[in-house]
């Protein structure tokens, strides 16, 4: 993470380290749907692992190769992806808020509260999955420097 709220912009990428695991992960799957094409090309689940995990491997790579961003500013948030780039002004954005999703919370994994958020734009309408993941920093640590960041620059909406 470079800059600061006294010293904009914010500047918030990606972890490579996170996406090295994703893509660790999305191998050894890759591999097991390999293995078992190599066993028998009519197996349908061998099919899947193959098409679904290189698809992840591509978007690991990706991720490793260009890391998203995510750029505070007093003009409001720039989010860039490999796909597009999204400009949020900070009079578009009502809150940010941390999602409970219980059903995914098993232990010893963070609860899915600390992984996951949405944005709650102005017109009322909700960004599923806010700005993504795989940050630098945590999802409540992101949605805390969205706060401070929105009530410095565009006044405290609250």
């Avoid at 009079?91 to 994994?109: G, K, M, S, T």
């Avoid at 993504?132 to 706060?147: H, N, Y």
Wanted: charged share 15%; proline share 7%.
């Amino acid at each position: 993470m470079h800059g600061s709220l006294d010293s904009p912009p914010i500047v918030i990428s990606t972890s490579r380290a996170k996406a090295a695991c994703f893509l660790l992960v999305s191998l050894a799957f890759l591999v097991a749907g390999f293995f078992g094409l190599h066993w028998s090309s009519e197996n349908w689940w061998a099919w899947m692992f193959v098409v679904v995990f290189a698809g992840c491997v591509a978007a690991y790579v990706a991720l490793l190769v260009s890391p998203n961003r995510l750029v505070f500013a007093p003009a409001g948030v720039t989010w860039t992806t490999q796909l597009r780039t999204r400009r949020y002004a900070w009079a578009q954005i009502r809150d940010i808020e941390l999602v409970n999703l219980p059903l995914l919370y098993a232990p010893p994994f963070p609860s899915p509260r600390q992984t996951f958020f949405n944005i709650v734009r102005e017109d009322g309408r909700i960004v599923p999955g806010g700005f993504g993941g795989l940050w630098e920093i945590s999802a409540p640590e992101l949605c805390d420097l969205t706060r401070q960041a929105q009530a410095r620059w565009a006044g405290d909406k609250t």
